[in-house]
């Protein structure tokens, strides 16, 4: 099977879609807390809390990675703690 990931790692693109999938489900109230998603998907809650800061990405990083999958050297651990910083620098860590 042929990746259409472009240069991203299929990985990172399907942890930002299920972290996009999760934060709908909180927003929508089709879960209460962190910890019915947790649950429902038979994981810890801390590994959903941590997962879902990539649902937090600035608009910027999401079109560089989703849109133009433009890849990065960051592994997931490293784009989680990007995805912790303001938006104004999460593009430069990105790059670096």
């Not at 042929?2 to 879609?17: C, E, F, K, W, Y």
């Not at 999938?21 to 909180?26: D, G, I, P, S, T």
């Given at each position: ?19 996009w ?6 927003e ?15 994981v ?26 433009v ?8 784009l989680?703690?990007?995805?912790d910083r ?11």
């Open positions: 099977m042929v990746s259409d990931a472009g240069g991203v790692d299929p990985h990172v693109l399907r942890a930002i879609a299920r972290a999938r999760w934060r709908r489900q909180l929508t109230g089709a879960a209460s807390i962190i910890q019915d998603i947790a649950a429902a998907e038979k810890s809650d801390r590994f959903v809390s941590r997962m879902m800061r990539l649902a937090y990405l600035s608009p910027e990083v999401l079109e560089h990675l989703v849109i133009r999958r890849p990065s050297s960051l592994s997931l651990a490293d989680i703690a990007v995805a303001p938006w104004e620098e999460q593009m430069a860590k990105l790059e670096e």
